[in-house]
Structure formats: structure tokens, C-alpha cells
């Protein structure tokens, strides 16, 4: 059970991890996303799934699925900012010429390696940012970017370290927009995210750097149910506060998907409306627009990589199951 065996998806190739309780379906040619957890204790999807009709829409908006990364994540005024006396111009990818969700879309990745073991299993992929001329149009500095997602048991890990090849300091920001599926039944699930305040948006929809209190949203400290829920919210991890997010169903089955607190500041919960289908749980390393704000990397989580060197960082997706005889 603890192998990973191939597969495809609308003709592009797949990599699956098994084991006993999930399989873990992996698309590396097309922006190295997580596309499927399938648990099998309950033969249940834990994420949104594009379904094979979804390609078009996959390919325009990939972050609609899964478990994709932001690259960098939310959106960025003008898609414009400076750094260090350096100008970058990102795509104005919004109704209101703003930019969205990163250079990070279906670029595709080479898998480098397969491990299979007593304790699990694990691909690697990597991506050179430099493959891709319309990413250094508006990043231009070389990334090295290498994953790997690790599968053992009921416990998915991805490890991401991130090299700058180039030869002046970058600003750096990632996030995830995971897909959780709550079935149509969301009065049945209870979110618990440790947070100390929520983010103020302008008209854009913009991060201002300013904080405001959490007011009823205070209830996501001890547990909130999901029913009547309408979220667009983005979140700051307050100081000392876990990076770890508890989503919960009513019969004691759930998950907890957990973030590297060195680097991971702050959360978006994301319902696309009222709360039905889906909860998006979003960890991000940097607050939207960071790089124009005044607020300094302490508050933004801007992360500064200098020349040659690397950053590594964890999420960690642990299911739960009512009782351990699983």
C-alpha cells in the first residue's frame, strides 16, 4: 500500500500516493498541484476535485482545485511594487487592473525523485523559474523551487525550499488556497483557528496593513460552526498562537492542517459565498500587497532571500478519525 503508481488526468501525467487510509493524487505537469485526497476509511474526497470536464477552467484558473500554490499569494495593488530600488510589474489580472494569486499557474514541474518505504512514500518534484520567460518578464530573478510530498498514513506532508539563483536580495511570498470539501452539510463542521485579529480591506479588496478586532469572529479561538458562514476574510497568527487550523465534523471525523509558524503569519478563510460546498483554509507566508505597505516584515511576513541562498518550509495535513481502530 505504501507505493506511488502513475496515472493520468485528461492526458497529462499523474503521480498517486497510497497508503492505507488516503491516496494522494499529484499533478506535477500542470502547476504540481494536489488535484485528489481520497480517504478511504470513509471513501470520501477531502478536497475539491476537478472532474475531467474541468480542463478548461482548470487551465485558466488552476487555483480552484486542490491544494495549489500562490506564488505570490492574494492580490497586489496596480500588480506593481518596488524592492530595493528594483521595479516589478506583475500582470493586472482583475476587474480593477489589480494583480491576483501569483506567477504560479500550470507550469510544469519535473519529478526527480520516488521513495518508497517501511514509513510511507514521497515524490519530489522541482521547477526553474527561469523556464518560464513570462514569469521573469515580471520576477526576474531565478528561483529554484523543489517539493516534496510525503504520504504516511492518515498524515500528508509538503516540504518546500525555495533557492534564489540570482545575484540581488528578492522579496518572497507563498501561500495555499486548499480546497476543503464540507460535503453541502456545513452546519455539521466546526472550524478552530488560533487568530488574534482580522485584516482591513479597502474597496479593492486590498490588505491596508491595519488590524481590527476579531468581534464575533473571536469564536474561531474555541470553535465555530460553519453554518451561515460567508468568508473572504484574511487572519493574522497572533504571538504564540499555533499555525494550525482544526476543521472538525460533528461526529468526530476531521482534520488539522497545520503551517510552518517561523514563516507562516497569517490565514484566509475563503467560502466562495455562504458557506455550502467548500472551505478554503489559505495559509500565507506574506499579507497580500506586502511589498506597498508600510508595515514592515513583522507584521507583512515578507520574507527577504538573499543571493544564493534558500528557504525551507512544512504544511502538514493530519486526518482524524473517531477512534484510533481505524
Known sequence: ?????????NGYDTYILHSREL????????????????DHTLNRQVVRRPDDNDLEFYLQKPYHFGMPMLIPPGRIRGGHFEYEGRSYQFDRNTAGDNHIHGLHRTQSWRVSDIEEDEEGCAVTSEFLTSDDPHWMEQFPAPLKLEMTLRLQGSKLTQHLKVTHLGDHPIPFGIGFHTWFLLDGQPG??????PVSAEYALDKDLITTGELLPLGPLDQLNQGLNLAGTNFDTPLRIGEGQPAEALLMRSDGYGL???ADPKYYKHWVLYTKGEADEFLCIEPYTWLPDAPNLAAGPDLTGLIRIEPKASVEM??????IYPSEDH
Do not use: A, H
Not at 500500500?1 to 488526468?9: C, E, I, L, R, S
Not at 491516496?23 to 481520497?38: F, K, Q
Not at 512544512?314 to 486526518?319: I, P, Q, V, Y
Open 256 to 258: 488539522k492542517y497545520s
Open 1 to 9: 500500500m505504501k507505493q506511488v503508481t502513475k496515472g493520468q488526468w
Open 23 to 38: 491516496e494522494v493524487t499529484l499533478l506535477p505537469s500542470l502547476g504540481n498541484n494536489v488535484i485528489s485526497i481520497l
Open 188 to 193: 455539521e463542521w466546526t472550524l478552530t483557528l
Open 314 to 319: 512544512d504544511l502538514t495535513l493530519d486526518m
